[in-house]
């Protein structure tokens, strides 16, 4: 009786704790705010991308068929195939944001050159050849919802699509053109009436389409040897008159480790601005995150040896070289040695006004190399070194570099006796400063790339950190030249320090 008691007792502690977990508030790690200067440039933009997307795009065949009394002919079948938009124009169009729906879509006063093959049969001829449609008076309204799925991906779907041609002029090349034109005008009403039916339909598939391709879209993907990247969607879009905002997850995991930091994200708010395009706010978790799971993952051990030591440190710095041997006097060594570097805790990250500050608490070991080829721990010591980041955006990367601070050393008790901590603590500070930090910015010159749309390329940025966040401010400049893949993340590539300072590859 009492083993069900205590089993019952589990089960409704188990039952409260799944509550309040699904109760709790999920807040984003990155947000990305997308303003009205974006939805008129994108109505700029999109019209090269129209009119590429349309010259491929394969139009269904239409086809019917008219009785043309005058001739006194019953009936007459036509059909027109391949269809192609050869040129077009939406002089009158605009996006805009619906609070809480939306992006409504409309055009006005459109017009479209179609070429076409064209099929005709009568009980008295039949005949083919090629014809010219103009449409006219094109008007199309609609709304884009966006919303996510269960897993994070975005979605599309539109709605109160309206569509109409008001009118069409229809023109026969060939031999018989001046007949075939001569009874062009009663078909236009029936081409028009097929072609204002199809509109919708085509425009909703094609939505559809869209949505097949961002479902396929890998929201959880590998960053590197160490880590991988969660960028889902973690609520649908948040939509009101002056802007979109998207909250993304923003968190790293090590690669073997799918767990969630022991930290959880704190609610930040972008600031009211709308005088650029985009604005994307990575919060301190984001960073905290990739720091936690890159120490975890053994990214931050770093072993040199003597040989590495000489080829990186001394080109850093005049006098460097004489490090090597200052080191060697003070323990009176013959044979070779090395320098293991291993972080104790993740690197902590502050970002304050102004100022983004890596704090990183490790512990240096010198090996003596024995004549067995064994490593022998002759030293070993724990610092802290408090760095500040800098941040700059090239191309389509966010590029940080560090640069050493303060340097805080501490020896155990047995050590001091050998030493003193203040004369070490200068010659490591060096090595730091001048040789480890170095070899940290050429890994981070690879930057973070970040979140684009295809083909889209950032302009005019700006970089602010405020407390809890940075900001990044841009605008966009669509490039028909750039030869990016499609990526909804754009967050590929992205490799810190390894640990014996090489870079390896993304498998």
Same mark, same amino acid.
């Given at each position: 009786m009492?083993?069900? &008691? ?10 409260s704790? /799944?509550?309040?977990?699904?109760a ?6 990155? @947000? *990305?705010?997308?303003?009205q200067? &974006?939805?008129?440039y ?6 090269? +991308?129209?009119?590429q997307?349309? @010259? ?9 068929s ?5 001739l ?5 079948? !036509? ?13 009158n ?11 409504? *879509? ?5 017009? &479209? ?10 009980p008295l ?11 006219s008076?094109?008007?199309?309204t609609g709304i ?12 599309? @779907?539109l709605?109160?699509?309206y569509?109409?041609?008001?009118? *069409? ?6 031999e018989?053109s ?30 559809? *389409?869209?949505?097949?391709n ?10 590197d040897?160490y ?25 790293? !995991? ?22 650029? +395009? ?5 919060s301190?978790?984001f ?5 936690f799971?890159y ?11 003597m ?11 005049q ?8 080191i ?7 044979q ?21 500050? /890596? ?6 070991? /010198? ?6 080829s064994t &490593? ?5 010591m724990d ?18 570099? /560090? ?27 060096s090595?730091?400063h ?13 930057g ?13 940025s ?24 499609l990526?909804?993340?754009?967050w590929?590539g ?11 590859p993304?498998a």
């Open positions: 009492r083993t069900k &008691a205590v089993q019952v007792l589990w089960g409704c502690f188990f039952l704790d /799944l509550y309040i977990s699904s709790q508030t999920v807040y984003p790690g990155i @947000k *990305a705010r997308v303003t200067r &974006a939805l008129d994108g109505v700029l933009a999109g019209r090269e +991308m129209i009119e997307m349309v @010259k491929e795009k394969n139009i269904p065949d239409l086809e019917g008219e009785s043309l009394e005058f006194k002919v019953d009936y007459v079948n !036509y059909n027109f195939s391949n269809i192609k938009i050869n040129a077009f124009s939406f002089p169009t605009s996006l805009a944001f619906v609070p809480g729906v939306g992006i409504k *879509a409309l055009t006005n006063h459109g017009t &479209a050159n179609i070429s076409t093959d064209w099929e005709i049969k009568s001829f039949e005949d083919t050849g090629r014809a010219d449609l103009f449409l008076g094109v008007y199309f884009v919802v966006l919303a996510r799925n269960d897993f994070g991906h975005p979605i599309l @779907k709605q109160r699509c569509a109409q041609v008001s009118h *069409a002029h229809v023109s026969f090349s060939g018989l001046v007949l075939y034109n001569s009874f062009a005008e009663p078909m236009e009403k029936p081409i028009l009436k097929n072609l204002n039916e199809m509109l919708c339909p085509i425009i909703t598939s094609e939505v559809e *389409a869209l949505n097949a961002l479902s396929m879209l890998e929201v959880l993907t590998k960053i040897n880590t991988l990247l969660d960028y889902s969607l973690i609520s649908s879009p948040e939509i009101t008159e002056n802007y979109m905002e998207l909250n993304l997850k923003g968190v790293f !995991y090590p690669l073997d480790k799918l767990t969630d930091p022991p930290f959880l994200p704190v609610p930040f708010a972008l600031p009211e601005r709308h005088d650029s +395009m985009l604005y994307v706010g990575i301190e978790f960073f905290k995150s990739a720091s799971a120490f975890t993952s053994g990214a931050f051990n770093v072993t040199l040896s040989k590495e030591i000489s080829s990186h440190l001394v080109q850093n710095s006098g460097l070289g004489n490090v090597l041997s200052r060697a006097e003070i323990y009176i060594l013959s070779p040695f090395m320098v293991r570097v291993m972080a104790t805790e993740p690197p902590v990250i502050s970002l304050q006004p102004d100022n983004f500050t /890596l704090d990183i608490p490790a512990s240096m070991v /010198l090996l003596a190399q024995t004549e067995n &490593a022998e721990a002759i030293v070993s610092f802290v070194a408090s760095t500040s980041v800098g941040l700059v955006i090239l191309g389509q990367r966010l590029v940080c570099s /560090l640069s050493l601070n303060r340097f805080r050393l501490s020896l155990p008790e047995s050590n001091r006796s050998n030493i003193e901590v203040l004369r070490f603590e200068n010659i490591l500070s090595i730091l001048f040789g480890i930090l170095p070899l940290a910015n050429a890994k981070l010159q690879q973070i790339p970040l979140p684009n749309p295809h083909k889209i390329s950032f302009v005019n700006d970089i602010e950190v405020f407390e809890g966040f940075l900001l990044i401010s841009t605008d966009l400049k669509y490039e028909t030249s750039l030869k990016q893949q990526s909804f993340h754009g590929e992205l490799n810190l320090v390894s640990g014996q300072w090489r870079g390896k993304v």
